[in-house]
């Protein structure tokens, strides 16, 4: 929790001190917002893009990587 709360917020200040961005992050504390929450701040935002940042753990040191996950009212395989 802390590491992606401060992962969030590095992200917001490098997107914002490009110029190109307006960021908002859905909390700025350690408190949970349930995922519904988190979209209806975003939309409410105005948002072009909502990414929800996570931290996984595995019990295998040799395993690495990361997931992707998407998701779209119109979802395809294409």
């Known amino acids: 929790k802390d590491i992606t709360l ?3 917020k590095e992200l917001k200040a490098q997107l914002e ?3 190109r961005y307006r960021v908002s ?3 700025s504390r350690d408190v949970f917002i349930r995922l519904r929450d988190r979209v209806a701040i975003a939309r409410e935002a105005g948002a072009d893009l909502f990414i929800s940042l996570h931290a996984d753990s ?3 040191k040799g395993v690495r990587g990361l997931s992707v996950y998407t ?3 119109k979802a395809t395989d294409r």
């Open 6 to 8: 401060s992962t969030a």
């Open 17 to 19: 001190a490009t110029g």
């Open 25 to 27: 992050l859905t909390r």
């Open 58 to 60: 595995i019990g295998r």
């Open 71 to 73: 998701l779209s009212d």
